[in-house]
């Protein structure tokens, strides 16, 4: 069981918005930057948001990220079909340690 | 460009021992945190170890005791000794480059597969 809470899945259509929730508590996501990354089938994770809402370069402007209080969330913008993958938050606790969520596996219809 | 390469994993017995390396290229390594975190078979990420510039190290508690992680920043090279393994501890185990943030990554690499079974 994670420490971070996410949805297990989410769909869209293409072209569509969708956004991913991560909830956390006052020790984690209420006082630690929040961090998203992209797992795409057979492959590593990658940075896709970090510090809440900034993006790394070459990551596209569709995909946002945000938060408030002890939750954040992500927003894809224009869903694509090769977006469909596994999207995990991150933060740090402060009992010192890297926790992530279960990860939401999104499926493009 | 960042490079990160794993090897060392393998089957090993319940109990076993194994060393994981991770060779790091395209970036002043010995200036940035350097962490393992592991996926089982269809879960989710879980961070394992981590260990700063300077050598301070923190552990998850599902490896404290069992786990060592080190580096060597002559040979650009961070490790992880594991001991007293268990099954659960199968995974896919990726190095991975800090962001700068409480270790957490902004790079990582493809991983090794590390399997405990009898």
């Known amino acids: 069981q994670s420490v971070l809470t996410q949805p297990p899945s989410a769909a869209g259509t293409p072209g569509q918005r969708v956004t991913i929730s991560c909830s956390g508590s006052s020790s984690n996501i209420g006082s630690n930057y929040v961090y998203w990354y992209q797992q795409l089938p057979g492959t590593a994770p990658k940075l896709l948001i970090h510090t809440n809402n900034q993006r790394p370069s070459g990551v596209p402007d569709r995909f946002s990220g945000s938060k408030s209080g002890a939750s954040a969330s992500l927003a894809i913008s224009g869903l694509r079909s090769e977006d469909e993958g596994d999207y995990f938050c991150?933060?740090?606790?402060?009992?010192?340690?890297?926790?992530f969520g279960g990860g939401t596996k999104l499926t493009v219809l | 460009e960042v490079q990160l390469l794993e090897s060392g994993g393998g089957l090993v017995q319940p109990g076993g021992s194994l060393r994981l390396s991770c060779a790091a290229s395209?970036?002043?390594?010995?200036?940035?945190?350097m962490s393992w975190v592991r996926q089982a078979p269809g879960k989710g990420l879980e961070w394992v170890a981590a260990?700063?510039?300077?050598?301070?190290?923190t552990y998850a508690d599902s490896v404290r005791g069992r786990f060592t992680i080190y580096r060597d920043n002559s040979k650009n090279t961070l490790s992880l000794e594991m001991s007293s393994l268990r099954a659960e501890d199968t995974a896919l185990y990726f190095c991975?480059?800090?962001?700068?943030?409480?270790?957490?990554?902004?790079?990582w690499g493809q991983g090794t597969q590390v399997t405990v079974s009898s």
């Open positions: 260990i700063g510039g300077s050598g301070h190290r």
């Open positions: 395209g970036f002043t390594f010995d200036t940035y945190a």
């Open positions: 991975a480059k800090d962001s700068g943030f409480n270790f957490l990554p902004d790079f």
């Open positions: 991150a933060t740090w606790d402060d009992s010192l340690y890297v926790v």
